[in-house]
């Protein structure tokens, strides 16, 4: 069966983590019509025999002008000054009904001087109608929208190619990189039948890989994972639904890297996940000597993939000689897969220390600086409303300031008060409302994106203190890929602001604070002072550090209690106000390790002291 090409498709599907792949096809317009008895010419056979062979002298075609009277005679076998006979112009007419744009053809000649004269009268095929095949995701009224120039008129595979690009294209716009028209044929009575190849998806695989790209066992259970997965099998490959793909493995927190190859092709699609798994589980165990503790020793337990499908487990136990302090917390995040089962999360404690919302000039009536234990626990569940990620909590907290032999000292040396009932114990119960949108492409180290929160807790006066207030907090971060230094590994333009205030009651150790790793560096904590309300700024460039997992970070921090800041009493009645305002700025390195990224900046503030900070995770 011979076919009248009409155009040759080349699609390469591209995305982040994607293997380019190249597809082509030759779509032909064919048919084969029956062939039981050949057409028969109106001028008898010459007296020669059917078999003499004469000179072609003139050769024309009716019925058709243009590319169909091109595309006879580039199918027949006579040719201009070469010998024919009618055996050869029935093969002809056989050739040119295979073509199958034309419903009749017969051939006529007549002799002139020298040979024949042959005339190809043709009736070429009128398009009815339309047949769609193997399309999901083409409707057959696009279809017929795209080939309407076509419907109601006579063949024109000009015009049929113009349509199968348009076809292509609707794929292309849609997202659909993979789909393209396989093959275009008129076949029966004037129907075009139209085979489309959408790459439709075979099998969806998992596979893991280590940091050096080698093959390996994961730990994060597979059924799991393909149910983070929007992409199914036998459904069509799109681009954007596999990028989301990509993003909601990304926000697991569990993979360093995941990508996407492709094989098969367009009629049958394998799609791989390749998976780069992050250290998620670590244990630490360490001791040093505090002013409120001495000498203690601890350890510490962190999982954030339990059981292989990303639950989360910390557990952190301080001894010291006169005390035992621990944290711990178990929970599960919130699954797009499972929309009608809420993210939750439990935790429980116990810790005491010298109090953060102190600074060294606040001291008790025997001269110890005011230690601040908290013991309870809360519960918290988590669900996106919308495009919002929103969660509810409840809280415990039992407050109390003791000096440094656990006696209960609810004032300092001058009768301020420290606590908010006149004991030293506060019970704080409260409601937490917090919503947020995290555009990040990775919570645990962002290269891009963004996260805004705001929150709101509400204690209710119940227990000791009666202490009735609210806290509102918001924050918005936003990350930028730059690629000054490194095309393959971007450094990163980082930019935080958050502020918050205090409505109502507020115990002292409930103020806001400022200065301090988390806060302005270049300052400890509290040092620029506490505050009723407050504002903060804080802008980092991170740069990968060659192929290691160190990077550097240059930042700059600055703060401000919006003139809220609370006053101390000092010796003699004078009042002593905290400085409420500052800028640091500084470097530092971060070191991506299997407890997450540990940090170490160095900070010079606009006082013109310095300080060195350490802690684990990003500042923001």
Not at 406 to 424: C, I, K, M, R, V
């Amino acid at each position: 069966m011979m076919r009248v090409s009409l155009l040759t498709l080349c699609t390469v599907a591209t995305m982040t983590g994607v293997t380019e792949m190249a597809l082509a096809d030759t779509l032909a317009v064919d048919a084969s019509p029956d062939y039981s008895s050949p057409a028969a010419s109106p001028t008898p056979p010459p007296a020669t025999g059917e078999g003499v062979a004469v000179m072609a002298t003139d050769i024309q075609v009716a019925g058709a002008q243009g590319e169909l009277a091109q595309i006879v005679l580039d199918n027949i076998n006579t040719r201009l000054g070469q010998a024919t006979s009618e055996m050869l112009l029935q093969q002809d007419i056989r050739a040119i009904l295979k073509t199958g744009l034309f419903n009749d053809v017969e051939a006529y000649y007549k002799e002139s001087p020298g040979g024949w004269d042959v005339v190809y009268q043709v009736q070429p095929v009128r398009v009815r109608s339309l047949q769609l095949e193997n399309a999901q995701v083409l409707s057959p009224e696009v279809a017929r929208e795209l080939f309407q120039p076509q419907l109601g008129e006579t063949v024109s595979p000009s015009t049929i190619n113009a349509s199968i690009e348009k076809v292509n294209q609707w794929y292309k716009d849609n997202g659909y990189a993979l789909a393209q028209v396989a093959d275009v044929r008129v076949v029966g009575d004037g129907v075009l039948n139209v085979n489309v190849a959408e790459g439709v998806i075979r099998s969806i695989n998992i596979r893991y890989f280590d940091e050096q790209g080698q093959p390996t066992e994961g730990r994060t259970d597979e059924s799991f994972v393909q149910e983070q997965l929007n992409l199914q099998p036998g459904e069509v490959f799109q681009v954007d639904t596999a990028q989301e793909d990509l993003q909601n493995l990304y926000r697991l927190g569990l993979f360093n890297s995941a990508n996407i190859t492709l094989d098969g092709d367009t009629r049958a699609l394998d799609v791989t996940y390749q998976l780069s798994e992050a250290a998620v589980r670590g244990v630490d165990a360490g001791g040093g000597y505090s002013e409120a503790n001495g000498l203690f020793g601890t350890v510490s337990y962190n999982d954030r993939n339990v059981g292989g499908i990303g639950q989360n487990l910390g557990l952190s136990v301080q001894v010291s000689r006169s005390d035992l302090q621990f944290e711990g917390n178990f929970g599960s995040p919130y699954r797009p897969s499972n929309p009608d089962t809420p993210g939750y999360n439990l935790n429980a404690f116990r810790n005491r220390g010298v109090s953060t919302n102190f600074d060294d000039d606040v001291r008790l009536e025997n001269g110890d600086r005011p230690r601040e234990g908290r013991f309870g626990g809360g519960v918290s569940f988590q669900k996106p409303v919308e495009d919002w990620n929103t969660s509810l909590g409840v809280n415990y907290n039992r407050v109390s300031i003791r000096d440094a032999d656990g006696n209960l000292t609810p004032e300092d040396q001058y009768g301020n008060p420290l606590s908010f009932s006149e004991n030293g114990i506060d019970d704080l119960v409260t409601v937490q409302a917090r919503v947020s949108q995290d555009n990040r492409n990775n919570p645990l180290n962002p290269t891009s994106g963004s996260v805004v929160s705001f929150s709101s807790e509400q204690s209710l006066p119940i227990g000791e203190g009666n202490i009735f207030n609210n806290r509102l907090n918001a924050s918005y971060s936003n990350y930028t890929p730059t690629r000054v230094f490194d095309s393959e590994n971007p450094e990163v333009l980082a930019f935080n602001v958050q502020a918050g205030t205090a409505i109502g009651d507020l115990p002292p150790y409930q103020a806001f604070t400022l200065g301090g790793t988390n806060s302005v560096r270049g300052y400890d904590t509290a040092e620029l002072g506490n505050s009723r309300s407050y504002f903060l700024a804080s802008a980092e460039y991170r740069i990968p550090l060659f192929e290691s997992p160190v990077s550097g970070v240059v930042f700059a921090d600055f703060g401000s209690d919006l003139g809220s800041g609370t006053t101390t009493v000092g010796e003699g009645g004078v009042i002593e106000t905290d400085k409420g305002t500052g800028f640091g700025y500084g470097a530092g390195l971060r070191v991506n390790s299997p407890v997450g990224i540990l940090r170490a900046d160095f900070g010079l503030n606009d006082q013109g002291n310095s300080r060195f900070h350490f802690g684990v995770g990003h500042r923001f």
